[in-house]
T-cell receptor
Framework: KNQVEQSPQSLIILEGKNCTLQ??????????LRWYKQDTGRGPVSLTI?????NTKSNGRYTATLDADTKQSSLHITASQLSDSASYIC??????????FGSGTRLLVRP | GAVVSQHPSWVICKSGTSVKIECRSL??????MFWYRQFPKQSLMLMAT?????????EQGVEKDKFLINHASLTLSTLTVTSAHPEDSSFYIC????????????FGPGTRLTVL
């Protein structure tokens, strides 16, 4: 069964600190893996996208990694800001159109 | 580029009434549009997939007579929640996929529906 699991479910960090969010998936094969940021009451916004052959992708303070052998991905946020408080969703796209969503990690950055 | 809009952004209605939500692709032609529902602290759940000019494909457990989907043009899809009930209160998000980047869905900002 295609699944995407994320950890932790929620995370609280102090402003300026770094953090790493995890994503484990069983989807195989897959076209790409994306990390989305979803602010409360808003739609998801794409942060990074990686194909199965890519190991890392950066977007400003966001860096995603992918290990296709272990079927794991991580999203690292450096120098966190208050505006980083949001849910971060790992989404795997199999060759079909239907996306497989993780349940998300809710991040709270405190001053 | 690749902007998807939704209207309204929020709506409050009385139980038993119908509500229409619009999803538009502003700068590309969306051959396929998707409708998702998201309950608090949960991830997005796909409700249905619609291809322009054809009937929508609904996911298991989604009532097609309750959630009417129309995708009459390449830039507009509508979701109508008929005879809404309080349990239909949720956050509804659409996404659109173009003819070129078929592996990419662009999400709208969502519509918050509250049924009293």
């Amino acid at each position: 069964k295609n699944q995407v699991e994320q950890s932790p479910q929620s995370l609280i960090i102090l402003e300026g600190k770094n953090c790493t969010l995890q994503c484990n998936y069983t989807v195989s094969p897959f076209s790409n893996l994306r990390w989305y940021k979803q602010d409360t009451g808003r739609g998801p916004v794409s942060l990074t996208i990686m194909t199965f052959s890519e190991n890392t992708k950066s977007n400003g303070r966001y860096t995603a990694t992918l290990d296709a052998d272990t079927k794991q991905s991580s999203l690292h946020i450096t120098a966190s800001q208050l505006s980083d408080s949001a849910s971060y969703i790992c989404v795997v796209s199999p060759p079909s159109y239907k996306l497989i969503f993780g349940s998300g990690t809710r991040l709270l950055v405190r001053p | 580029g690749a902007v998807v809009s939704q209207h309204p952004s929020w709506v409050i209605c009385k139980s038993g009434t119908s509500v229409k939500i619009e999803c538009r692709s502003l700068d590309f032609q969306a051959t396929t549009m998707f409708w998702y529902r998201q309950f608090p602290k949960q991830s997005l759940m796909l409700m249905a997939t619609s291809n322009e000019g054809s009937k929508a494909t609904y996911e298991q457990g989604v009532e097609k007579d309750k959630f009417l989907i129309n995708h009459a043009s390449l830039t507009l899809s509508t979701l109508t929640v008929t005879s809404a009930h309080p349990e239909d209160s949720s956050f509804y998000i659409c996404s659109a996929r173009g003819p070129i980047r078929t592996d990419t869905q662009y999400f709208g900002p969502g519509t918050r529906l509250t049924v009293l």
